[in-house]
């Protein structure tokens, strides 16, 4: 995708660490210190996986922990796995039943609030085992790699190992929007506050597409389209700005006769 964009022209520039939104200039600032300006800003800085926040969570990814089982599955074939999450947990175990030999879904309450079909389905399926009232307390390491997990009972706190060899971690994703503190307005759920249907945010020239306004999600079409609809909300603007200054006329000119009203087959008055 960086290789389409720079195709059609586009200008990478990596690293923004402070933006300033609120004027008609915007200011993007990166870790050089160099300050980039622009007259408009589209924010699809997109989505990020929610974690467990255990050590040794992020020493690990790739190496037995995953976040994506439509990404990673393949490589897990014929091994024990567990799952950990809510409803998307469920999605993610049926799939990797295609692959892996076993799959545990560790979730924290008593009872699924999946669909009533995708639990009948799950619990129909030979491979997949449930630790409900369950939550992973330590994830382990064995020469470099995942080693097992040990579950706690969220009531009673005893603990049981796990031994598998691949855990993916399902609990939802956050919008990345730390870099913007607050401009422009945020939404629920830490997303940007949008005027929907269109992209526009709360500041003049500013757009925001994608995971970042688009709680709950997060799927390339989805970023896509959002992305389209903010191009085409951008290039509109530009191309209102560029209308409203070629009209301007001295004060005193002469009007044109364009300037008038005209009139369709009945007579009607049209603007």
Not at 34 to 58: C, F, N, Q, W
Not at 87 to 96: I, K, N, Q, S, Y
Not at 171 to 189: A, K, M, N, S, V
Request: with cysteine; net charge neutral; glycine share 12%.
């Amino acid at each position: 995708m960086r290789a389409q964009a720079g195709k059609f022209g586009a200008e990478m520039i990596d690293d923004i660490v402070s933006v300033d939104l609120a004027d008609d200039i915007k200011l993007l600032t990166d870790s050089a210190g160099a300050v980039h300006r622009a007259r408009m800003v589209i924010v699809a800085t997109g989505s990020g996986y929610r974690k467990l926040g255990l050590p040794k969570e992020d020493e690990l990814s790739g190496r037995g922990v995953s976040w994506c089982a439509t990404c990673d599955g393949f490589f897990f074939r014929d091994r024990d796995i567990v799952v950990v999450g809510g409803d998307t947990a469920m999605e993610e175990a049926t799939f990797l039943t295609r692959f892996a030999r076993s799959v545990t879904v560790v979730h924290r309450r008593s009872t699924l609030r999946a669909s009533k079909a995708m639990q009948d389905r799950a619990s129909a399926d030979d491979k997949i085992a449930f630790a409900f009232d369950s939550e992973i307390a330590e994830i382990k390491e064995t020469n470099g790699m995942l080693g097992g997990v040990v579950l706690r009972n969220v009531f009673t706190g005893a603990t049981r190992d796990l031994d598998v060899t691949g855990l993916f971690i399902a609990i939802g994703h956050d919008p990345r929007t730390e870099l913007f503190e607050g401009q422009p307005d945020p939404g629920g759920e830490g997303c940007i506050k949008v005027d929907s249907p269109s992209t526009r945010t709360s500041l003049p020239g500013v757009f925001a597409a994608g995971d970042v306004v688009i709680a709950g999600t997060s799927s390339a079409s989805t970023s896509r389209g959002s992305g389209g609809r903010s191009s085409t909300r951008r290039r509109d603007s530009a191309g209102s700005r560029r209308t409203a200054a070629s009209t301007r006329r001295p004060a005193g000119a002469a009007p044109r006769a364009s300037d008038s009203p005209s009139r369709d087959g009945n007579g009607r008055t049209v603007l």
